[in-house]
């Protein structure tokens, strides 16, 4: 069983910069395909970016694409997620959530993930 922790969140004015990191106090996270998601107030959960297990494949959404990088350190057993050029409607509670299938993958949809951590909330304002 997972259990996935998110930190790194924060106040930030735009055009800063956070990272997020995941981690799990359970399984070694490199059996893992993760996914980062978020959700705003009034809002449906959103997928922001996924990495394989195997690190080949990442994805990100149209609105992060040139500004957030996801990444992997199997070793300290974490999933990064670099924020910048942070913007207001970057606003939002963000998730990271595993799944584990036979074959590595980076699906966008938050039904395709099965287990799924707290939450950290990341606030743009100036």
């Known amino acids: 069983q997972l259990h996935l922790v998110e930190s790194g969140g924060g106040l930030v004015q735009p055009g800063g910069s956070l990272r997020l990191s995941c981690t799990n106090s359970?399984?070694?996270?490199?059996?893992?395909?993760i996914g980062w998601f978020r959700q705003a107030p009034g809002k449906e959960r959103e997928g922001v970016s996924c990495?394989?297990?195997?690190?080949?494949?990442?994805n990100y959404a149209d609105s992060v694409k040139g500004r957030f990088t996801i990444s992997r350190d199997n070793a300290k057993n974490t999933v990064y997620l670099q924020m910048d050029s942070l913007r207001p409607e970057d606003t939002a509670v963000y998730y990271c959530a595993s799944r584990s299938r036979p074959e590595p993958g980076c699906p966008s949809s938050r039904y395709e993930y099965d287990w799924w951590g707290q939450g950290t909330q990341v606030t743009v304002s100036s």
């Open positions: 359970g399984f070694p996270l490199d059996f893992y395909d």
């Open positions: 990495i394989s297990k195997n690190g080949v494949s990442t």
